[in-house]
């Protein structure tokens, strides 16, 4: 009787602390970047100064998701907001290149919402599953486009928590300044100094880049530039750490993308699947490609005769070489299109058809006289 009076106990002890060790809905995912940086916790708080490492986000900013139940996690990422797989949340090719789980996070006081609070929350965040990343900064938390953590901000602030303090910070008290001095092709190969900050109280960092008003990234207050960075939320005293006992790295980009690395011929003329202009390529797929008649008709021609002038490509030094600089127009062409919208490529299209009904009418005008 004793033994069967013990045994339950141990079983009703072990259920209760599942229950309480099971990650909350609604709980705040955070990770790392690239090389496990993240703005925020270093001073140097640089920023990239090519325009493909700009276009790719190769921002070392880190990441944030939130965790709806089930193994499951809805964040920002581009081209779009998605639901997807927890284990998802950190893939594979991110750990390869030193991206690491920083921990969970939930609001003070969490433990007393009510389950109504919480499926309120939930349904909120499915509902923006879909709508655009914020590629350039420009809104952030929404509510048509999204960063990630713009994202898991603006769903707390819809029902009635404010993780961070809003505001501006352009330096001084409150944070951190760095002086950051750029030089690439953007700034013609010349020194050009940008002032560089990162807020710890309140939202907005206010930045300076050689690009930022060319290609028009960040939000404007003021007549400075702004961006909200992850680490700012993650460092607020109104979250506190919880422990996570779900899987959060280690999958694909997204449920069921078992396509990921089919960019057959630029994987063959770098050398690899993760190199930086792919992931370039990867998101104007995804964002225009896959959205259009046009783009998956050439999609499937790409997919039936890819892998076999991948497979030659492979085979000689000199064909990679060759790739790799026919591939630079279609780069800078993506970083325009993603950048500023499909209107660029419509109105040189329009001026190419123009130019060649011009010539077409020239020639027969000249060969009738």
Same mark, same amino acid.
């Given at each position: 009787?004793?033994?069967?009076?013990?045994?339950?106990?141990?079983?009703?002890?072990?259920?209760?602390?599942?229950?309480?060790?099971?990650?909350?809905?609604?709980?705040?995912?955070?990770?790392?970047?690239?090389?496990?940086?993240?703005?925020?916790?270093?001073?140097?708080?640089?920023?990239?100064?090519?325009?493909?490492?700009?276009?790719?986000?190769?921002?070392?900013?880190?990441?944030?998701?939130?965790?709806?139940?089930?193994?499951?996690?809805?964040?920002?990422?581009?081209?779009?907001?998605?639901?997807?797989?927890?284990?998802?949340?950190?893939?594979?090719?991110?750990?390869?290149?030193?991206?690491?789980?920083?921990?969970?996070?939930?609001?003070?006081?969490?433990?007393?919402?009510?389950?109504?609070?919480?499926?309120?929350?939930?349904?909120?965040?499915?509902?923006?599953?879909?709508?655009?990343?914020?590629?350039?900064?420009?809104?952030?938390?929404?509510?048509?486009?999204?960063?990630?953590?713009?994202?898991?901000?603006?769903?707390?602030?819809?029902?009635?928590?404010?993780?961070?303090?809003?505001?501006?910070?352009?330096?001084?008290?409150?944070?951190?300044?760095?002086?950051?001095?750029?030089?690439?092709?953007?700034? $013609?190969?010349?020194?050009?100094?940008? /002032?560089?900050? &990162?807020? @710890?109280?309140?939202?907005?960092? #206010?930045?300076?880049?050689? !690009?930022?008003?060319?290609?028009?990234?960040?939000?404007?207050?003021?007549?400075?530039?702004?961006?909200?960075?992850?680490?700012?939320?993650?460092?607020?005293?109104?979250?506190?750490?919880?422990?996570?006992?779900?899987?959060?790295?280690?999958?694909?980009?997204?449920?069921?993308?078992?396509?990921?690395?089919?960019?057959?011929?630029?994987?063959?003329?770098?050398?690899?699947? $993760?190199?930086?202009?792919?992931?370039? /390529?990867?998101? &104007?797929? @995804?964002?225009?490609?896959?959205? #259009?008649?046009?783009?998956? !008709?050439?999609?499937?021609?790409?997919?039936?005769?890819?892998?076999?002038?991948?497979?030659?490509?492979?085979?000689?030094?000199?064909?990679?070489?060759?790739?790799?600089?026919?591939?630079?127009?279609?780069?800078?062409?993506?970083?325009?299109?993603?950048?500023?919208?499909?209107?660029?490529?419509?109105?040189?299209?329009?001026?190419?058809?123009?130019?060649?009904?011009?010539?077409?009418?020239?020639?027969?005008?000249?060969?009738?006289?």
């Amino acid at each position: 009787m004793k033994k069967t009076v013990f045994i339950l106990i141990l079983v009703s002890f072990v259920f209760a602390s599942s229950e309480v060790l099971a990650l909350q809905r609604g709980a705040i995912l955070y990770h790392t970047s690239k090389d496990d940086t993240i703005y925020g916790r270093t001073a140097a708080l640089e920023l990239p100064c090519s325009a493909i490492q700009l276009a790719h986000r190769e921002m070392k900013s880190g990441h944030v998701g939130l965790y709806i139940g089930n193994e499951r996690i809805i964040h920002a990422v581009a081209p779009s907001v998605e639901e997807t797989a927890s284990v998802n949340f950190i893939p594979q090719s991110y750990l390869d290149e030193g991206c690491h789980y920083l921990g969970a996070k939930v609001p003070v006081g969490f433990d007393a919402w009510l389950e109504e609070q919480v499926d309120q929350l939930i349904l909120l965040a499915r509902e923006q599953v879909g709508k655009p990343y914020d590629i350039q900064f420009r809104h952030q938390k929404g509510p048509d486009t999204f960063t990630c953590v713009g994202l898991v901000e603006y769903l707390y602030e819809q029902v009635g928590y404010d993780i961070t303090p809003a505001g501006y910070y352009a330096g001084g008290a409150g944070g951190l300044t760095y002086t950051q001095t750029y030089n690439c092709e953007a700034t $013609l190969g010349f020194d050009w100094a940008g /002032l560089n900050t &990162f807020a @710890e109280l309140v939202e907005f960092s #206010s930045f300076e880049h050689p !690009l930022a008003d060319s290609l028009n990234v960040g939000m404007i207050h003021e007549d400075r530039r702004y961006m909200f960075f992850p680490y700012t939320q993650y460092m607020q005293s109104t979250i506190v750490d919880v422990a996570t006992d779900i899987p959060v790295s280690g999958g694909g980009a997204s449920d069921g993308d078992g396509d990921w690395n089919d960019c057959f011929i630029a994987t063959a003329a770098y050398g690899t699947p $993760l190199h930086p202009h792919l992931g370039l /390529l990867r998101e &104007f797929r @995804e964002r225009y490609l896959r959205t #259009s008649s046009a783009g998956l !008709l050439f999609l499937s021609i790409y997919e039936r005769y890819g892998p076999s002038l991948a497979a030659l490509i492979n085979q000689y030094d000199i064909l990679r070489g060759l790739t790799r600089i026919a591939l630079l127009p279609v780069l800078g062409l993506c970083i325009l299109i993603l950048h500023t919208g499909p209107l660029p490529l419509i109105a040189f299209s329009v001026a190419l058809c123009v130019l060649v009904v011009y010539r077409v009418r020239r020639r027969r005008s000249l060969q009738e006289a």
